[in-house]
């Protein structure tokens, strides 16, 4: 049972007693502790619009909500795979609308595009909750957003980078940097792709090129051996996340050359964004990919603590961040500020490589 249907079947049982009283003169009857009891552990089911199964930072979402909204904590969780098409996306949120579900949560594929079935939701008076990326809508529209600051993702990306360089005594205009970017109008590739502009524009760094390699491994391997085709002097491949650089690692080792954070020997460096499992923690232990700044999947509680909010007629925060850490495969830079925060760099180990699946 529904929210809504929940409280039609109580405005009717309320009218029934009031006729029954009226009728009867009977005592006024009140709701026995059980039927409150029950009242309160009703279902509560929720529709989940999850953008496609591009990644493992994707995968490691949807088990976080599924981890999370299961039958024996009284929740129906209804998931529906968009395969990275905002249409598909669109048609889950109307189908959650008929099928009258208590919340709609969405992954958002791109910013755009969202008022018109947000409206209709509205107008269903079901509540929306935003995770991960976000939407260009009238805020009016949704409760709130739980999600990553992107931004904040490549301006740290970046800020290593430099001290790095600057410890390496690497000169700015001897860096030729190329960008495989997310699925284009994310805030995922929005944020990243910002940040590295801000650091070619603050640094000086040659920009060769930047295309879309829409998060997945199958795409990033393909730009990359386009770019390696086009530039023999790239020293640093800035992946906007890891399976991007996991195919690009593979473009880059069958072209003869290697990756690595020996820019001065010739290596070629990897840098990534995700950091969600061990094989990524792998990548990094062998250099492989030399810094990745982690995104937190695990929106799941974080989602819930929101539900549980309304539930209780409370009003959660607009927007709110996940904490995230950011990884290399030395110490080279043992930390980064930006804007008076300070911001440790986890020094890959095996020990660390126990941490994730
Ligand atoms: C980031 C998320 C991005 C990940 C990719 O929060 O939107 O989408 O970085 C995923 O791995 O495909």
Redo the contacts with the bound molecule.
């Keep these: 049972m529904t929210r809504k249907n929940w409280g039609k079947g109580l405005l009717s049982f309320v009218l029934i007693l009031s006729l029954g009283i009226a009728g009867c003169g009977m005592k006024k009857q009140t709701v026995s502790t059980d039927e409150k009891r029950e009242n309160s552990q009703r279902e509560i089911v929720i529709g989940f619009s999850q953008l496609?199964a591009?990644?493992?930072?994707?995968s490691a979402n949807t088990q976080s909500m599924k981890e999370t909204f299961t039958s024996d904590k009284g929740y129906r969780l209804i998931i529906e795979d968009g395969q990275q098409q905002q249409a598909n996306q669109i048609m889950a949120i109307r189908k959650f609308i008929q099928q009258d579900v208590d919340y709609i949560v969405l992954a958002p594929v791109t910013e755009t595009g969202w008022d018109t079935v947000l409206e209709e939701a509205r107008e269903a008076k079901i509540p929306v909750i935003i995770v991960?990326?976000k939407v260009d809508a009238d805020g009016s529209l949704y409760q709130c957003w739980v999600?990553?600051d992107?931004n904040l993702e490549g301006k740290k990306a970046v800020e290593w980078l430099h001290q790095y360089l600057v410890s390496k005594d690497i000169p700015d205009n001897e860096v030729n940097i190329v960008d495989i970017q997310?699925?284009i109008g994310?805030?995922?590739q929005i944020g990243r792709t910002n940040g590295l502009l801000e650091g070619v524009d603050k640094y000086g760094w040659n920009l060769l090129d930047m295309t879309v390699g829409d998060?997945t491994q199958a795409k990033g391997r393909e730009v990359m051996e386009d770019f390696l085709k086009k530039y023999d002097n790239i020293n640093v491949v800035y992946c906007?996340?890891?399976?991007e650089a996991f195919g690009a690692i593979e473009a880059i080792e069958d072209s003869g050359k290697k990756v690595g954070s020996d820019i001065a020997a010739g290596d070629i460096m990897v840098i990534s964004?995700?950091a969600v499992t061990k094989n990524t923690m792998k990548h990094i232990l062998q250099d492989k990919i030399t810094f990745a700044a982690g995104?937190n999947?695990h929106h799941g509680p974080r989602v819930e603590a929101v539900i549980q909010q309304l539930e209780a007629g409370k009003k959660p925060d607009k927007y709110s961040f996940v904490e995230e850490r950011i990884y290399s495969h030395d110490a080279t830079v043992p930390s980064i500020e930006l804007n008076g925060t300070n911001y440790p760099v986890t020094v890959v180990t095996k020990d660390t490589m126990e941490e994730f699946e």
């Design positions: 496609g591009e990644s493992d930072w994707r991960d990326r999600g990553s992107f997310g699925t994310a805030s995922a998060f906007e996340n890891d399976n964004f995700d995104c999947p």
